[in-house]
């Protein structure tokens, strides 16, 4: 009996559009439009030009300074370019500099009164880093020369040899570059896990007996509910891992969206969404006592909320979160679940993946306790 139930809901599910539609059809097509809103995204960011800047003829800035060193050690100025080199620049007049940056064709200029100067007409990214080399550079002059006034001996002992090499205090670990547009796949994948949900209300519905003549005669028959329950669920169960895994191997071999090497793990995780999303579906079930659309309607909101405070409709809503609300993110399956993939790819240990799958496990657990609290209590006068 509990085989042909099997059957039977594995077919009947096949065949409801509404499932087939919100798992299959949306993930996909949703996984095609950000592919083409983010496949050039990375490539545009890191073709980087040089920044042409215009330096004024003056002594401060003449060659032998210190600034002039400073300078050539990230541009041309020295004559010899070097492709790792931040700056393009021209040496002129005061008013050729002028000429150029109105112009448009120099970021900014650099010039010396008193002190050394930047001036710009505009904000930018090339201003940004401009400014940013220059106040380092004054920052660190100002260091040295407040060192040279205190402990002399310092420069004896090889500081300035510390300053123009400075060590490097953070290694980097083997794994993937980051890429922030890969939050959005994962955020899919983990939305699709959570779409379990609908066969989960669909199957709380089938054994529900005021709800449909099928369930009536599912309540009459002399096969304990809970084990066609059992059956049904296991039944909705293999079917949505089933799709999961061709949304993934169309992400991954149509879309060539990266989830890492460790493909034991991402299934695992699959497997736990499924789950959890099945679970989900089955407490909205049992718990909205509405009509069939209006339990559709729940889980598919609820889910979409779930979706945005986990950053698929903007990355910095999920670090928002985290930093104003870490704990709405840790009752969240689908922020767990996204949390689980981004682990598994930029991580080299498993502690942080298997915090994430034991939230989502325990979960799953209270849905299905609350499920079968509520199932188990509703009697029928007649059906």
């Not at 008013?95 to 008193?114: C, F, H, N, P, R």
């Not at 090889?158 to 955020?187: C, K, M, R, W």
């Not at 509910?225 to 293999?238: E, G, I």
Request: hydrophobic fraction near 50%; proline fraction near 3%; charge should be negative.
């Amino acid at each position: 009996m509990s085989g042909h139930i099997f059957r039977y809901n594995f077919k009947a599910m096949m065949r409801t559009k509404e499932v087939v539609f919100w798992t299959l059809i949306y993930p996909i097509a949703l996984a095609v439009f950000f592919f083409m809103a983010f496949s050039n995204l990375n490539a545009s960011t890191e073709d980087f030009e040089k920044i042409s800047v215009a330096v004024v003829e003056a002594p401060g800035l003449a060659e032998g300074t210190p600034f002039y060193t400073a300078l050539g050690s990230v541009s041309d100025i020295d004559g010899e370019a070097a492709e790792d080199d931040l700056f393009s620049v021209d040496v002129t007049t005061r008013e050729q500099a002028k000429t150029l940056l109105s112009e448009g064709d120099v970021a900014g200029y650099i010039y010396y009164d008193g002190k050394v100067k930047l001036a710009v007409t505009g904000s930018g990214f090339s201003q940004t880093i401009l400014r940013a080399f220059l106040d380092n550079y004054i920052q660190t002059s100002a260091t040295v020369g407040q060192i040279a006034q205190l402990n002399p001996d310092a420069f004896r002992q090889g500081l300035l040899a510390d300053i123009e090499q400075p060590s490097e205090h953070v290694v980097a670990a083997p794994g993937n570059n980051p890429d922030t547009t890969v939050i959005y796949f994962y955020t899919l994948l983990a939305m699709t896990c959570m779409y379990a949900a609908l066969p989960g209300v669909q199957e709380v519905i089938r054994i529900q007996g005021n709800l449909s003549p099928i369930a009536a005669r599912i309540n009459l028959a002399p096969e304990p509910k809970f084990r066609v329950f059992l059956s049904a669920l296991s039944a909705a169960a293999l079917l949505q891992f089933i799709i999961i895994l061709i949304v993934l191997a169309f992400m991954v071999l149509a879309l060539g969206i990266d989830f890492g090497t460790k493909t034991g793990f991402i299934v695992l995780t699959c497997v736990v969404g499924c789950v959890t999303g099945l679970f989900f579906g089955t407490l909205v079930g049992a718990a909205v006592k509405r009509s069939e659309g209006v339990k559709y309607a729940v889980v598919i909101g609820v889910v979409m909320l779930c979706c945005f405070l986990s950053g698929m409709m903007g990355a910095g809503m999920k670090y928002m979160i985290q930093e104003t609300a870490p704990v709405a993110g840790w009752v969240n399956p689908v922020s767990l679940l996204t949390d689980a993939f981004y682990s598994l790819f930029y991580y080299d240990g498993l502690s942080r993946y298997f915090l994430n799958i034991g939230l989502l496990l325990a979960f799953s657990a209270v849905c299905c306790t609350v499920t079968c609290l509520i199932l188990r209590r509703q009697k029928y006068a007649s059906l």
